[in-house]
């Protein structure tokens, strides 16, 4: 297997001829090295840096066969499904051995992966799947077990499903976001201008229910109040963990550019990646902060609502709540 990889450098002619720059050479024969002394993973990053300057199906094939020998298998899928899409057919045995190698690998990684297909609502304005951002299409490639889908809409709405996939599965996740329920008081209402023996006749004034008074908490609202802070808390805090991890890699594009750029004066930099990694980091810090102040706000009502008095009086209405409580 080795040998073949080896080999993946070879019909780069034939697939198509490029003009190499002396850096990109230069790594090559580096990664050539490294996997002659079976450093797999150092072979699979100087690949990468090839890919970044000259963006060739031959570095993408070498890649993808890569991350299949470190079992990386989502990955694997990935880059080997554009290299088996773009590679052109065979003409000698060594091209045609090399070939059906590639096709067996990314055969091989699909069987190591469950493969989800979101379906979002209208109007969405951003997609995760485990907290990563799901920037080219609907369809991710996951490891088996469960995992968690999230949809951003433009008004902030937020859709969630929970999705358990196996190995060599494939399964759509449809996506809805939550309507708010109407309250009761503007369902009973009845129609503008309605009369007549079966119309409502002036509301009666609105008073504290009998026996609102409590004799002390309902454990049912402290329980929910509780579960509710902890869980916006909990996926604030993992937000903004994620939110670091996009700027660290923001930060280390910026960087590996830089680099690139002296090394070869008319390296490009794929700034559309850098700006999606930056605008991901930005939306997560922003959700992130909203679910940690909605979970503050949630433990404070809970407990105010815990130290009321006992004969305190609670009525909600439409537009709010109203309390009563006698000192």
Not at 80 to 91: D, F, I, N, T
Not at 140 to 148: A, C, L, W
Not at 278 to 298: C, H, N, Q, V, Y
């Amino acid at each position: 297997m080795l040998f073949l990889v080896l080999l993946a450098a070879a019909p780069a002619r034939a697939e198509a001829p490029l003009k190499r720059s002396r850096a990109v050479k230069e790594l090559i024969r580096e990664a050539g090295a490294a996997l002659a002394r079976l450093d797999v993973a150092r072979a699979r990053e100087l690949w990468g840096e090839v890919y970044d300057i000259e963006r060739s199906n031959v570095a993408m094939c070498n890649m993808g066969q890569l991350d299949a020998r470190m079992g990386r298998w989502e990955e694997a899928v990935v880059e080997l499904s554009q290299c088996v899409e773009h590679m052109p057919a065979p003409r000698t045995e060594v091209e045609r051995r090399l070939y059906d190698h590639r096709h067996a690998d990314l055969a091989r990684a699909r069987r190591r992966v469950g493969e989800v297909v979101l379906m979002p609502p209208p109007g969405v304005v951003g997609m995760f799947v485990n907290g990563r951002g799901v920037k080219d299409g609907s369809r991710v490639y996951v490891r088996p077990g469960q995992h968690e889908v999230m949809a951003v809409g433009q008004e902030g709405q937020v859709a969630r499903a929970g999705v358990k996939v196996e190995a060599g599965e494939s399964k759509e996740v449809p996506l809805t976001f939550d309507k708010p329920a109407q309250a009761p008081e503007e369902r009973a209402r009845p129609p503008k201008g309605a009369s007549g023996p079966g119309a409502p006749g002036p509301a009666a004034p609105k008073g504290p229910p009998q026996g609102a008074g409590r004799s002390g908490p309902d454990f049912r609202i402290v329980t929910t109040g509780a579960v509710a802070s902890v869980g916006f808390l909990v996926a604030g805090t993992v937000s903004l963990q994620s939110a670091q991890g996009y700027e660290q890699e923001a930060k280390a594009a910026r960087q590996h550019a830089q680099l690139m750029s002296t090394v070869d004066p008319a390296f490009q930099p794929d700034y559309d990646e850098m700006v999606d990694t930056a605008a991901s980091g930005k939306l997560m810090r922003l959700l992130g902060t909203s679910a940690l102040i909605a979970g503050a706000a949630a433990g404070a009502a809970t407990l105010v609502y815990v130290w009321l008095p006992n004969d305190a009086q609670i009525r909600v209405t439409a537009h709010g709540a109203e309390v009563r409580v006698r000192w």
